[in-house]
Nanobody
Framework: VQLVESGGGLVQPGGSLRLSCAAS????????MGWYRQHRGKQRELVAT???????EYTDSVKGRFIISRDDSKNTVYMRMNSLKPEDTAVYYC???????????????????WGQGTQVTVSS
């Protein structure tokens, strides 16, 4: 099982991007899905999460601008980022926890998984 991210890139201030992260493999269930980011020289920080039941949480700096969603039929989490600011520039990492999957009919469990990271740069 692995997470594959896409959607990062360069955008001007005020622009928008949509990040996607798909979990590959024979997925049975995923609890929380979310996005973290890491600014250069700083620790990784939580951006947004969406629970299996659909509830969402956002860090204060992105509230009203970012929208997180998930499609469990595709084992994919999305994050729509609007009104982007230069301070949103960072490497964004996909995150899932309590993932159940099967390998040759055997049920497996991972406490958490991380994507490889995708660069988002907001600059004119």
């Amino acid at each position: 099982v692995q997470l594959v991210e896409s959607g990062g890139g360069l955008v001007q201030p005020g622009g928008s991007l949509r990040l996607s992260c798909a979990a590959s493999g024979n997925i049975v269930s995923i609890s929380t899905m979310g996005w973290y980011r890491q600014h250069r020289g700083k620790q990784r920080e939580l951006v947004a999460t969406v629970a299996r039941a659909g509830s969402t949480e956002y860090t204060d700096s992105v509230k009203g601008r970012f929208i997180i969603s998930r499609d469990d039929s595709k084992n994919t989490v999305y994050m729509r980022m609007n009104s982007l600011k230069p301070e949103d520039t960072a490497v964004y990492y996909c995150y899932v926890d309590h993932i159940m999957y099967t390998v040759e009919r055997t049920m497996e469990y991972e406490r958490e998984l991380w994507g490889q990271g995708t660069q988002v740069t907001v600059s004119s």
